[in-house]
């Protein structure tokens, strides 16, 4: 998986494109995202993660180096960015065939998701394991597009990893996270056409995701706020903790 010398990305400012516009202020953390036409006149898209001096340099170019991987693990599924490339002279940037669809959060307002949507779609997650990846963040209805025929698709692998680097018990967690990812879409947009058997299966399963920074520090801080907390009631917190920088670890190593 090389990159490519001399591509669009190469010329494109994506700085520019952002300006300095308060809102880019408030996202200094998170890559750049432009949708840009390049010289052949398809629409392309091109991110760009954040630039500062050592260590944070490293840091950023690693979560790009990490998500142009996943990128390329997937390339070539029906449901997935096509035509990947890391810029060859800024390794803090990629670009990809733009995916045309509209996101879940938007599509109610467009009338609805299409017939057989989230089957279609929970078949194109069991292919995307099959394919050795899982995603990790497939609740966020972000994520998931509608394409113009209707077809599911799928974006933004910044947090997927590959499954042969998962022990088996973990492996079946990530795998299990990615279905119910699913299932919690279909339950919130299209409940009627969910099964019943899998509308108790999410019931059931599904634990609101903390796995991110900014929940897991609210998380973390409302168990710290309990000074009566139980060994019990710790325990559970305990495992998250050693679970979320077991993941930091495992991303870093991809």
């Not at 994506?14 to 995202?33: D, I, M, N």
């Not at 069991?126 to 974006?155: A, R, W, Y």
Request: overall charge positive; some cysteine; glycine content about 8%.
């Amino acid at each position: 998986m090389s990159s490519r010398s001399g591509s669009f990305v190469d010329c494109f400012d994506v700085g520019a494109q952002c300006g300095g516009s308060p809102e880019r202020a408030k996202r200094w953390h998170k890559p750049l995202t432009v949708v840009a036409e390049n010289p052949a006149g398809g629409k392309q898209v091109v991110k760009t993660y954040p630039s500062f001096v050592f260590p944070l340099t490293q840091y950023f170019r690693m979560l790009a180096r990490h998500e142009y991987r996943m990128l390329k693990a997937v390339e070539g599924l029906p449901f997935t960015p096509n035509d990947v490339y890391q810029c060859a002279d800024c390794s803090g940037a990629l670009q990809y065939q733009h995916v045309e669809g509209v996101p879940l959060k938007e599509l109610n307002r467009r009338g609805g998701v299409p017939n057989d949507f989230f089957v279609k779609l929970y078949a194109s997650v069991q292919q995307m394991h099959t394919s050795g990846v899982v995603h990790f963040d497939l609740g966020n209805s972000g994520n998931v597009l509608c394409s113009p025929s209707g077809e599911p698709k799928i974006i933004d692998f910044g947090s997927a990893v590959f499954f042969r680097l998962l022990p088996g018990v973990i492996g079946e967690w990530a795998r299990k996270k990615d279905q119910l990812g699913v299932l919690k879409l279909w339950y919130r947009f299209d409940r009627n056409s969910m099964p019943q058997e899998m509308q108790a299966y999410y019931q059931a399963n599904y634990r609101k995701n903390i796995y991110t920074p900014r929940r897991f520090l609210k998380a973390l801080k409302r168990s710290f706020m309990k000074p009566t907390q139980s060994t019990a009631e710790a325990l559970p917190m305990a495992a998250i903790i050693g679970l979320f920088f077991g993941l930091l670890a495992l991303v870093s190593l991809v």
